[in-house]
């Protein structure tokens, strides 16, 4: 019976980080400096699509060798929980919520990729998978869109040096927003 409670203690224990570290992901990515400076469109789909670079960022470390899969597919799940409840919230039905959490994760398993490649391919790479899915249909100036560039290779340096044990406790610790001078697209 021990051996059993031992089980669901490590298993609540993940659950609970898994939450910690998506609530941080979140928190993150609502920071007022990416939508005010960096030019990231302050809509539905622009929030969404920072808290899928911030997802890439965390689940590039989670899956490294030394990492935990297991609380990457855990803070997944969180996740997509998370979008389903507020897409009932706003009052879209089952069946609209099934096709929307579908597209979701199309979505985010694309820009996983294209953020992967752009990372291994170098900062120009990076740049236009960026600009593609995160400023979509904005006009974003090449120093913001360097900027978030700049502060994707920033957070995954960040977290590359830190302890598996810390995240796998829910800590996680991303970079400051960048400063750069707002300009309007001309």
């Known amino acids: 019976m021990l051996l059993l409670f031992g089980w669901l203690k490590k298993k609540d224990r993940k659950q609970t980080a898994a939450f910690e570290l998506y609530t941080a ?8 400096d990416f939508y005010a400076k960096l030019g990231v469109p302050d809509t539905i789909e622009g929030r969404f699509d920072l808290i899928l670079v911030h997802a890439f960022v965390l689940f590039r470390r989670l899956k490294t060798d030394d990492g935990d ?3 990457a597919q855990h803070i997944f799940d969180v996740m997509f929980a998370d ?5 009932r919230e706003m009052g879209i039905g089952d069946v609209g919520i099934l096709k929307r959490i579908r597209k979701m994760s199309e979505s985010y ?14 900062a120009a790479e990076l740049a236009a998978a960026l600009d593609r899915n995160l400023f979509a249909d904005t006009d974003v100036t090449d120093e913001q869109l360097m900027a978030m560039v700049g502060y994707v290779n920033d957070a995954l340096a960040s977290l590359d040096k830190q302890a598996i044990l810390e ?7 991303f970079p400051d927003v960048p400063a750069v001078a707002v300009t309007a697209p001309q």
Do not use: C
């Not at 992901?25 to 007022?32: D, I, K, S, W």
């Open 25 to 32: 992901m979140v928190t993150q990515a609502r920071q007022p």
């Open 69 to 71: 899969r297991d609380l």
């Open 83 to 87: 979008l389903d409840q507020n897409m």
């Open 109 to 122: 398993h694309g820009r996983i990729v294209a953020y992967e490649e752009g990372v291994q391919s170098g």
């Open 167 to 173: 995240l796998q406790n829910g800590a996680v610790h």
